[in-house]
């Protein structure tokens, strides 16, 4: 055994490294090799001394070139593409080579799919996603229009005594049908065909190559039937004597594929939906402060060190530490708690948050792609390309299915030319060729699409949107899910839980709860005066009433002093509390419960005990999913003591808290790692790059329109329990698929051999095109069929 290293140019990523390995793997000497992408060398262990020439000829067809080690190459590349502008870089949504780009929209090299742009920063007019959809729109109207009329024709033919032939012979008919398709053959799905060259070229055959085999070997031979009809045999002629045509087999299958790419481009289209919806969150401009001036500036003008004021109402521009005043902050984009914070002096604040209402000056210590917010929409599209798309199990099947398929006509083609009767030719062309129409791949093509739609169609129903064909199979191989609990386990708004009254009556001190907090428009207070009504108390007139940042608020009711609020409140007014009191407001406080104090003239009178809610559903949607087998994690922005409290009640498998965007992601990629399927629900900003990192994103449909937009399945009610839906949903689906799949296979592979003429020696039939359609469209039948059972299914 021997070892070489050897140079390699022409590579650009993860994908260029596995084509090289696979190209060489297949020398039969070669019995290892390792390639080192950043240094452009591959190290090659082989049995025995290969030529240069040998190799190159090996990774010329990959255009990949390969040198001695020692060898002087100029302008070598090794490192990816750069991107210089984000508006000009294209990837395959296959990622066919990795993570490689593309300066010019087109097709991938390797499958034929349309390159699709990432997420540009502009807004201006129709984005690029939408003008591809658009253009896809247009073509499928096209395709509708003319197929619809050969489908009527062709279907006329069933009709007794066909009404249409009264106007003009079935051969006229025929020619309608020729001039009918060729719109959409040769403009609205001839990037079918591009796709389907572009397989058989690089060997990655997929559902394009028999889609482009099948549909152009069917309206071919259509063409050569209508053209030269004399040279056919009789079993290949209808009653009227002319040739069976393909047209409207041809056209339907591309229509309705054509109809799959639609909707898969406008998949595509939400994941720059989630990176514009979190663009919304930055504000364009900034109030500069230069001396006694302020300044409008734009986002981009901003510098380090500079100092920014941020006024009540408006966004955090950039993030930064304030240098003058104090606020509330709603910080729930990053942090997915609804609270807001407290800010005072020194304080950092983060671009996107919103400030309360008061007015402050801001150091800005990060900006540009340095922000928080940046970083965010960085991960969101970094967790959306890392996302491989599945592998369709057509796909896996059309690997194989065919090459052997143009196997099998290649051999009945030289079998009928050396052994078949006179015209020997015809014969082999005729049936070579009806091998080919009796695998055309309709209800294989029908067979995962038809599932999905019927699939997607009852999970509406229970409330579970399906955004993706991917996320339905994925959900159904999941073995860990992380949870957030904000909105997601709980109700994810602050509600008062109860009070505690201690030298008062209980309708007193609710009435005066709610009524100090009616002018307040803190979260909390709102939650008061929410509690307030429900009870219908009696409001009271306030006097001198002022809200306190970060500790509560004061106000007079007939003259009385009322002070509600914090430690700190209690302390600045020199409040007693006793230690009976305190005791009692510890213990609420340790189970992770907000409790503000009410006093009243300088004695504290009550207590209100504040918290999240847990949904009532939460509980056993976990104890189902741990029965099914799959891990539950909670991870939230909350504090340890509340995070501990809520996995205890609802006897999590493990609790992190204190959480970050960044927290959650890593976590989802460490379990990836690790061989975990994970599926991760939550529904806020701070959930959208782990949502679009995991396999399956599930969102709360009460949440963000980013968490929505970022996730593969939104649950409308934003209720753990339809996760279980879910669930069943996609198991049921995928069994389906699989069912169809067989149906679909077992004609084709019973026609094959029939169409091949196995049964002419002995009986002297052949499977003539207008059986071979008959057996396509009843497998269609089938799968069509099976897949409508879907509609029957039951959630228990």
């Known amino acids: 055994m021997m070892k070489h290293t050897y140079q390699i140019t022409g590579m650009s990523c993860n994908g260029c490294k596995s084509h090289v390995e696979e190209a060489l793997l297949q020398i039969p000497q070669v019995k290892s090799v390792s390639v080192d992408l950043k240094a452009g060398k591959a190290n090659v262990e082989m049995s025995e001394d290969i030529s240069l020439d040998k190799l190159q000829e090996t990774l010329a067809n990959a255009q990949y070139d390969i040198f001695p080690e020692d060898h002087e190459v100029e302008d070598l590349q090794l490192a990816p593409l750069p991107i210089i502008d984000v508006k000009g870089v294209y990837y395959c949504p296959m990622h066919c080579e990795g993570n490689k780009t593309y300066t010019k929209p087109g097709h991938c090299p390797v499958c034929g799919m349309d390159l699709v742009p990432e997420a540009s920063r502009q807004e201006e007019g129709a984005s690029e996603e939408q003008k591809a959809y658009d253009a896809l729109v247009k073509k499928f109207k096209v395709a509708l229009a003319f197929t619809l009329p050969i489908f009527c024709i062709a279907m006329s033919d069933m009709i007794p005594n066909n009404p249409m032939f009264e106007w003009m012979p079935l051969e006229y008919w025929n020619w309608v049908q020729l001039m009918l398709s060729i719109p959409v053959v040769f403009y609205a799905t001839w990037m079918f065909f591009i796709r389907a060259y572009s397989s058989v070229i690089s060997g990655m055959y997929n559902m394009f190559t028999l889609i482009g085999i099948g549909a152009g070997v069917a309206w071919l031979f259509s063409v050569f039937g209508l053209l030269l009809p004399d040279v056919f045999p009789d079993q290949f002629r209808t009653e009227s004597g002319t040739i069976h045509m393909y047209f409207e087999s041809t056209v339907v299958i591309l229509t309705l594929v054509l109809l799959g790419q639609l909707l898969e481009a406008r998949a595509h289209s939400k994941t720059s939906s989630a990176v514009r919806e979190l663009l919304k969150l930055a504000p364009s401009q900034a109030i500069k402060v230069e001396g006694s001036q302020e300044i409008v500036i734009s986002i981009e003008q901003i510098k380090v060190g500079d100092i920014l004021r941020v006024k009540p109402g408006e966004k955090v521009p950039v993030d930064g530490t304030i240098s003058n005043g104090q606020s509330v902050i709603d910080e729930s984009m990053v942090t997915g708690e609804p609270t807001p914070v407290d800010k005072q002096m020194g304080d950092k604040v983060v671009a996107g948050t919103i400030n309360g209402n008061q007015s402050f000056l801001m150091e800005a210590t990060k900006v540009g792609a340095d922000t928080l917010l940046s970083q965010i929409i960085d991960m969101v599209k970094q967790a959306s390309r890392s996302r491989a798309p599945i592998q369709k199990m057509a796909d896996k099947i059309s690997g194989y299915f065919v090459p052997a398929v143009v196997g099998i006509s290649a051999l009945t083609f030289i079998v009928w030319l050396i052994f078949g009767p006179e015209p020997s030719m015809v014969y082999a062309l005729v049936n070579a060729i009806a091998v080919l129409i009796i695998a055309c791949p309709c209800a294989l093509g029908l067979a995962t699409p038809m599932s999905v739609m019927v699939g997607v169609g009852k999970g509406a129903e229970w409330g579970v949107l399906i955004k993706e064909a991917a996320s339905l199979e994925k959900m159904s191989e999941i073995d860990a899910i992380i949870i957030d609990k904000t909105g997601t386990v709980t109700a994810g708004k602050p509600s008062v839980e109860k009070v505690m009254a201690f030298d008062l009556d209980e309708d007193k001190l609710i009435s005066l709860m709610a009524s100090a907090n009616q002018q307040s428009e803190h979260p909390l207070a709102a939650a008061m ?268």
Do not use: H
């Open 529 to 796: 005066v929410k509690y307030g009504k429900s009870k219908n108390v009696e409001w009271l007139p306030l006097e001198d009433f002022e809200s306190i940042t970060g500790k509560g608020v004061v106000a007079k009711i007939d003259g009385i002093e009322i002070v509600m609020g914090n430690d700190k409140l209690m302390n600045d007014f020199k409040i007693d509390r006793s230690e009976s009191i305190e005791t009692q407001i510890k213990e609420q406080q340790e189970l992770g419960k907000t409790v503000p104090y009410l006093a009243v003239s300088g004695q504290i009178v009550g207590a209100v005990v504040i918290s999240d809610p847990i949904k009532a559903t939460s509980k056993q949607a976990i104890r189902e999913l741990k029965e099914s087998g799959i891990e539950v994690i909670m991870m939230t922005g909350d504090n340890q003591l509340t995070a501990r409290t809520v996995a205890r009640e609802l006897d999590l498998d493990e609790v992190i808290a204190d959480c970050l965007p960044a927290d959650k992601m890593n976590r989802v990629a460490k379990l990836k790692e690790e061989g975990r399927s994970v599926a991760m629900a939550g529904d806020g900003i701070n959930d959208a790059p782990a949502l679009a990192l995991a396999e399956v994103g599930i969102a709360m449909g009460t949440g963000t329109d980013v968490a929505i937009e970022s996730a593969a399945i939104t649950l409308v009610k934003g209720d753990l329990q339809d996760i279980i839906k879910a669930l069943k949903l996609s198991k049921a689906v995928m069994k389906n698929i699989k069912q169809n799949l067989f149906f679909a296979l077992v004609y084709n592979g019973l026609g094959v051999p029939l169409a091949a003429g196995v049964l002419f020696p002995f009986f002297g039939i052949l499977l003539s095109p207008m059986i071979a359609a008959l057996a396509m469209s009843f497998s269609s039948v089938s799968v069509i069929s099976n897949a409508l059972r879907l509609k029957r299914l039951k959630i228990d």
